[in-house]
């Protein structure tokens, strides 16, 4: 699949899901409705593997980068997003994803040496203006031990383990490893560490069941997280982890206008402009003559399969 597809399928399906999250909150622990998330994915995507008759073999080391992919990608991170969304609105929450692009660019550079331009300091410093006019209004109205300031850190936490989860799937495609087999053993390997969290730290099993519940956890798990990951790591490596980030950012403007419909959020004159900063800023930063290019879209030259 080209990648405009890809983009937009993730830009859709993830600019929504910040909403559905909170049916999942309101309806069990944080890392309970983790653990339910991405098993059901984990044992849906692995279903599709065997029908497809797609290999799950790996070697001893493979497996090791899977359950580093897992731990951070489909178990840590989210556990900061949902407890995150216990504190601030969806919308809030995808601004701050909206500094993946530039956070990945950053790590790129201190894992596999990726040369930074110019126009990326200046995109990311425009991108991280948007973003701080965005929450400004936000943070005029509370002290430092007020909610916001709270959500606003564990979303940052969950950037940058994302951030990283990203690192080690670039690794993995640099190496030649892609496609559904290694989604689907980096989900599981996260749903057994979400359902070891659950155990050791003695989260109760306790379910608050209801429909809104269920359809939230089948859209989170087959659509947010089976999907929009697939997507997004074919997207990945194509064009590379920095560019591939981008869907951040388009996908806040959705989340953000599902959160004004829905969570009452305040559009603001600070929220248009700030946006616009972000979106620029990262246009000037992943497109044009000087975008670098990362491992990931040096294999996707000698692989273009999706």
């Known amino acids: 699949m080209r990648p405009a597809p890809l983009f937009f399928s993730a830009v859709a399906i993830w600019g929504t899901t910040w909403f559905a999250i909170k049916f999942q909150i309101h309806a069990a622990a944080p890392e309970l409705g983790v653990a339910l998330r991405f098993t059901l994915a984990a044992v849906a995507l692995i279903a599709f593997c065997a029908w497809r008759g797609i290999a799950l073999r790996f070697s001893r080391a493979q497996h090791a980068r899977l359950a580093l992919l897992g731990v951070l990608g489909f178990c840590l991170s989210y556990f900061l997003v949902y407890y995150a969304r216990g504190y601030i609105v969806s919308g809030l929450i995808a601004v701050g994803y909206s500094a993946i692009p530039l956070v990945n660019m950053l790590l790129a550079r201190a894992f596999f040496g990726t040369a930074m331009s110019r126009r990326v300091t200046v995109g990311g410093a425009l991108g991280l203006a948007g973003i701080t006019l965005i929450f400004w209004p936000e943070f005029a109205r509370v002290t430092a031990d007020g909610p916001l300031v709270i959500g606003a850190a564990l979303t940052a936490g969950a950037v940058l383990v994302s951030a990283l989860a990203n690192m080690v799937m670039t690794g993995l495609q640099k190496d030649g490893l892609s496609g559904w087999a290694p989604l689907a053993a980096g989900m599981a390997y996260g ?18 069941w209801s429909l809104p519940f269920a359809a939230s956890l089948l859209y989170l798990s087959l659509a947010g997280s089976v999907l929009a990951f697939g997507a997004y790591y074919a997207l990945m490596r194509q064009v590379g982890a920095a560019p591939a980030g981008y869907v951040g950012v388009m996908s806040t403007v959705v989340a953000l206008v599902v959160s004004a419909l829905f969570e009452g959020y305040d559009w603001r ?18 497109h044009g003559p000087a975008r670098t290019v990362t491992p990931a879209a040096a294999v996707s030259a000698r692989n273009r399969t999706a």
């Open 269 to 286: 004159v600070a929220t248009v402009v700030g946006i616009g900063l972000a979106v620029l800023g990262n246009i000037f930063a992943l």
């Open 191 to 208: 749903g057994v560490a979400a359902w070891l969290c659950v155990l050791l730290l003695g989260v109760p099993v306790a379910i608050a």
